[in-house]
C-alpha cells in the first residue's frame, strides 16, 4: 500500500526544492507540453528560498541563467 500524502514545500529538503526548480526550469525552456502554470518567476522563487550551502556558487549560477533566460523569452 502507498499512501498518497502531499508533503508542504516547508517540510522538504532544501536540495529537493532546488531541484524541483531546475527540473521547472527545463519544462520552461522545452515548452513542455506537463509544464502546467511554470513560470520564471517561480523558478527563480523557488531556487533563491533555497541556495542552501552554495560553496562553489553553481546554484547562484542557475539563478543568473533563469534571469537571462527570462529576458530572451518575453
Not at 15 to 38: C, H, I, P, Q, Y
Not at 39 to 68: C, Q, T
Request: avoid cysteine.
Amino acid at each position: 500500500v502507498v499512501d498518497n500524502k502531499i508533503t508542504p514545500n516547508s517540510k522538504l529538503s532544501r536540495d529537493f526544492n532546488f531541484s524541483a526548480a531546475v527540473a521547472e526550469f527545463g519544462m520552461l525552456l522545452r515548452d513542455s507540453e506537463f509544464k502546467g502554470t511554470a513560470s520564471f518567476d517561480h523558478v527563480l522563487e523557488l531556487a533563491s528560498k533555497n541556495l542552501g550551502d552554495d560553496k562553489n556558487g553553481y546554484r547562484n549560477e542557475f539563478i543568473g541563467l533563469v534571469e537571462a533566460a527570462k529576458e530572451i523569452y518575453k
